[in-house]
């Protein structure tokens, strides 16, 4: 089994005070780096690609967690004109603070990735407790991708009606493709709790075990400031 699909890099963000005094959406100014899948108060989940020798001006993320698709080599200057490296495989799963940067890619391959943004959420209720993020990754046997997906689609309707699901999707990787990524956001701990314990997830996990699917899940909550 790969390793990276469970390996959460954290990396600290550097803003830097010396950056610009109001850096740029990129979605707006490279529209065929970033194609929007997902947008709502509370996140925006893009599909984003920087094809081998591209670059980027600087503009700045939110808090974020990008999924890689497509390994990659990118050079990324900061404000303070420092660079950093990055170097990812398909698979990998990074999060990061908000961030400000300009991109270069200085690989072998196009990079392609599901960049998952965090919006603040602190408008949608005061007092009400944050919304609960997870990523769940579900490892196929090799072939039983066709299977696991539509076992795996089955239960996005009524995940979706139940009382406090806010947002269930699914993504299959274009590499791996016995390997899925699910991106769920719930109200708070005690709707994921009763999610897990419905009578559609009891059965799933059941079947999991029956075909030697494996699930890890990776849990995010906004820190309040």
Do not use: C
Request: neutral net charge; glycine residues 8%.
């Amino acid at each position: 089994m790969r390793s990276t699909m469970t390996r959460v890099l954290v990396a600290a963000a550097l803003l830097g005070g010396a950056g610009p005094l109001a850096a740029q959406d990129p979605v707006p100014l490279y529209p065929d780096n970033y194609r929007v899948l997902v947008e709502n108060p509370r996140v925006r989940v893009l599909d984003f690609q920087l094809r081998r020798g591209a670059r980027e001006a600087m503009h700045r993320h939110p808090a974020h967690v990008l999924y890689v698709l497509t390994g990659f080599r990118i050079r990324f200057t900061l404000p303070d004109g420092t660079t950093r490296i990055r170097e990812t495989r398909a698979g990998d799963v990074l999060y990061s603070d908000a961030v400000m940067h300009a991109p270069e890619n200085i690989g072998d391959t196009d990079a392609h990735g599901i960049l998952v943004e965090l919006r603040d959420t602190t408008a949608l209720g005061v007092g009400a407790p944050a919304p609960l993020t997870a990523f769940t990754f579900v490892h196929g046997l090799l072939g039983q991708g066709d299977s696991l997906e539509a076992h795996l689609r089955s239960l996005s309707a009524p995940t979706r009606a139940e009382p406090g699901a806010l947002r269930y999707d699914l993504y299959r990787s274009v590499e791996h493709p016995d390997d899925f990524l699910r991106h769920e956001v719930w109200q708070d701990a005690a709707a994921l709790e009763a999610h897990k314990q419905s009578p559609p997830l009891r059965a799933s996990f059941a079947r999991r075990q029956r075909e030697g699917w494996r699930t890890e899940i990776t849990l995010w909550q906004r820190v309040s400031p």
